[in-house]
Structures are given as C-alpha cells and as structure tokens.
C-alpha cells in the first residue's frame, strides 16, 4: 500500500501569517494534486502538478513539486480567514493505476482574525 | 470540470436497515469513484465504478455490503446495506477526468442509530 505523509495535520494561525503544509511519500508519483475542502461540502481541486521542480501559483497558493516527484509543498501567503478548511494532498503512482488516487491525511487549518 | 450532485444530502438512520445514495453528474464520464470520509479527516476509497463493467472494491470493502449500480455514464448509486452506527461517515462520489483529476460531489452524511 502506497503511503502518502502529511504534515502538520492541525494548524492554527493568525490572519497575516504564512505557513506551509507538506506532502512526502517514498514512492515515486505520476502527478499530484492538492484540494480543499470547506465543512459540509466535497474536495475542491487546487492545482495539479506533474512535472518535477514544478511550481505553480494560484493568488496567495503556491505548490511545489519536489524535483523527484516523492513530495509536495503547499504555501500560503498572508492567510485568510477565507482559507480556513481541509487541505489534502492525493497521488497517483508511477507503475499504478492511472487514475485512482491516494489521499493524504489532510492538514485541519483555522485562519483566525 | 463537472458537476456532481448527490442525493440525499444526509439522513439517520436505523441499525439493521439499507440506504441507497445516489450520485449524478452532468456530462458524460467513464470513472466515477466511491469514497468514504470521517468528519475532519481524509478520504478512504471505497470503490470504482465504471459503466459496463462490476464495481472494483478496494481492500477492506466487499460488494454485499456496498453495493454498486452503474447504469450509464451520468449516474451511479452507493447501498450501504446492514447499518451499523460504524458505517455513521460522510460519502463521496467523484468523477475521474484527464490528468488523474478528480472532481467531488458535496457528499452525504450518513447518521445510523
């Protein structure tokens, strides 16, 4: 069973504040993709990465892509109380299945004002 | 992207009975996937759906107990038969498009007494 770590799993900050959540496996991943989910609804997908290195930015998100393609970085910039919710990490394994995905455990973030 | 709706949204229900969720998407789509998700944390995969063809059930979920139904490419239904208040989660149906992407419906929560 392919595992994808996540941390930290609680996070509680101030509005302003940065942070940063982490996405590692030892297995290698085909592509990763980030959602965030709000209480009483579904995932919503962020971004997808594929490419090792990758960087993308979406507002004040910006996803990393480790250059092996094992890990992921989320980072938020000057944080809301808006992006207060369920930040999961999911994989898809180089060798697996090409469309099933693994979730992480999901990272809890409060935004406080 | 798709949309996803799913009915009912959430119920309670009694031990010892069956109940059926039903999940529709908008556009036509080959993957649809079942998930499982306690309250706060990440998503467990139940099974994947896809039409013409038996539900594959994943390790720990066997088909008497999750029945699936997949008659055309829009529409799946989720049984969850013989309520015990373990099965007491939220349930998710998602759609697999390019890319490994997932897209979620809300989810029904399910309360059994």
Not at chain 1, 9 to 36: A, D, H, K, M, P
Not at chain 1, 54 to 74: H, I, M, N, P, W
Not at chain 2, 64 to 74: A, Q, V
Request: proline share 4%.
């Amino acid at each position: 069973t392919q595992l994808l770590e996540q941390s930290p799993q609680f996070l509680s900050i101030q509005e302003g504040e940065n942070l940063t959540v982490y996405c590692n496996s030892s297995s290698v991943f085909s592509s990763l993709q980030w959602y965030r989910q709000e209480p009483g609804e579904g995932p919503v997908l962020l971004v997808t990465v594929v490419t090792g290195g990758e960087v993308k930015k979406l507002k004040r998100l910006t996803f990393q892509f480790g250059d092996a393609r094992k890990d992921s970085s989320l980072h938020i910039t000057a944080a809301q109380t808006g992006d207060t919710g369920l930040y999961l990490c999911a994989g898809a394994w180089s060798g697996g299945s090409n469309y099933k995905l693994t979730f992480g455990k999901g990272t809890l973030l409060t935004v406080n004002p | 992207s798709a949309v996803i709706s799913q009915k009912p949204s959430r119920d309670i229900c009694q031990r010892g009975t069956s109940l059926t969720i039903q999940c529709q998407v908008d556009s036509q789509v080959t993957m649809m996937f079942w998930y499982r998700q306690q309250p706060g944390q990440s998503l467990t995969l139940i099974a994947t759906a896809n039409q013409g063809s038996e539900a594959t059930y994943e390790s720990g979920f066997v088909i008497d107990k999750f029945p699936i139904s997949r008659p055309n490419l829009t529409f799946s239904t989720l049984t969850v038969s013989n309520m015990s208040p373990e099965d007491s989660s939220i349930y998710l149906c998602s759609v697999g498009l390019a890319g490994n992407e997932q897209f979620f419906g809300p989810g029904t929560r399910l309360t059994v007494l």
